[in-house]
């Protein structure tokens, strides 16, 4: 017997409009910014391409003059309920901002922040 996953669209955006994209879909916009955290995370990187039930197609274009390229983003998932849950509760490692302005703590539980929301 073979089995195989539906997986679901739920976002799609250029590489400068991906993170607003997913931020807007799974709630946690308003947490995010309210908390100043993209100055320390990317919200693609540090916290859904390491989530489960997400996949992430990248596809690079140019346009074929300066300033008309980037990578598109497509991100799929299996089980969109649970990501949302997910990325809710997901702890986050460091980014490759310098340790120097990120809060102290950050790397333990970054998106408790996230988990306890109003």
């Known amino acids: 017997m073979t089995f195989f996953m539906k997986f679901i ?43 489960y039930h997400v996949e992430v197609e990248k596809e690079s274009w140019d346009a074929g003059f300066p300033g008309r390229s980037g990578v598109w983003h497509v991100v799929y998932s299996d089980n969109p309920r649970e990501l949302k849950k997910t ?3 997901r702890k986050c490692p460091p980014s490759q901002t310098p340790a120097t302005l990120a809060p102290p703590g950050h790397d333990v539980a ?9």
């Open 9 to 51: 669209k739920i976002a799609s955006a250029d590489d400068d409009m991906i993170e607003a994209e997913l931020l807007s879909w799974s709630g946690l916009n308003e947490a995010w910014l309210d908390h100043d955290l993209g100055l320390y995370y990317d919200f693609l990187r540090d916290v859904v391409e390491g989530s």
């Open 87 to 89: 990325l809710s509760h």
């Open 110 to 118: 970054i998106m408790k922040v996230l988990y306890y929301r109003a």
